[in-house]
T-cell receptor, first 112, second 113 residues
Framework: DAGVIQSPRHEVTEMGQEVTLRCKPI?????LFWYRQTMMRGLELLIY????????DSGMPEDRFSAKMPNASFSTLKIQPSEPRDSAVYFC??????????FGPGTRLTVL | GIQVEQSPPDLILQEGANSTLRCNFS?????LQWFHQNPWGQLINLFY???GTKQNGRLSATTVATERYSLLYISSSQTTDSGVYFC???????????????FGQGTTLQVKP
């Protein structure tokens, strides 16, 4: 049984470039979450979806960040334009009925 | 919003020793999870334990929801237990739609051979 899948695992880009992170939740899960982990702020929720609908995006840092979930098996987190302070590990997680959350392996983003 | 505090922030153990990690939270919760972040950065689910006691091998956890704390016990520690242990909670609110997990700052554990 596959867990949460994220791609790419590592991304190095230059300031100003567009970055797209991808996530495939566990099949059958109806909640999807995007988190960011930094040394300064720890693990923090950016946005989450229920049945493909964004429910809470209050953690999205600014308009440069956007997230979509076009169907139950795919979500993207886009940063445009990227900045060095966006460097972090981005995790995707999913759960069934908002209960136990399972995390993907993360995408380590470095913006030069 | 709800506050989550973990203690101790850092812990060094000799292999074979036992330890207790604590998680205090400031409001009622309907979800509490313990995670282990290994040296490769992966977040591994340890326990989903909004209340009560659970055991899994050398690990066990207890959550006393009425007193707003949870404990993670590690017995006979091994070097592979090294990493960061996170507690995360979901506040109990009027809206049943919220799925937001709030993480503590973690306990960094180093087990020496």
């Amino acid at each position: 049984d596959a867990g949460v899948i994220q791609s790419p695992r590592h991304e190095v880009t230059e300031m100003g470039q567009e970055v797209t992170l991808r996530c495939k939740p566990i099949s059958g899960h109806d909640y999807l979450f995007w988190y960011r982990q930094t040394m300064m702020r720890g693990l923090e929720l950016l946005i989450y979806f229920n049945n493909n609908v964004p429910i809470d995006d209050s953690g999205m840092p600014e308009d440069r960040f956007s997230a979509k979930m076009p169907n139950a098996s795919f979500s993207t987190l886009k940063i445009q334009p990227s900045e060095p302070r966006d460097s972090a590990v981005y995790f995707c997680a999913s759960s069934s009925h908002g209960n136990e959350q399972f995390f993907g392996p993360g995408t380590r983003l470095t913006v030069l | 919003g709800i506050q989550v505090e973990q203690s101790p922030p850092d812990l060094i153990l000799q292999e074979g020793a036992n330890s207790t990690l604590r998680c205090n939270f400031s409001d009622s919760v309907n979800n509490l999870q313990w995670f282990h972040q290994n040296p490769w950065g992966q977040l591994i689910n340890l326990f989903y334990i909004p209340s009560g006691t659970k055991q899994n091998g050398r690990l066990s956890a207890t959550t006393v929801a009425t007193e707003r704390y949870s404990l993670l016990y590690i017995s006979s520690s091994q070097t592979t237990d090294s990493g960061v242990y996170f507690c995360a909670v979901r506040a109990r609110t009027r809206s049943s739609n919220t799925g937001k997990l709030i993480f503590g700052q973690g306990t960094t554990l180093q087990v020496k051979p």
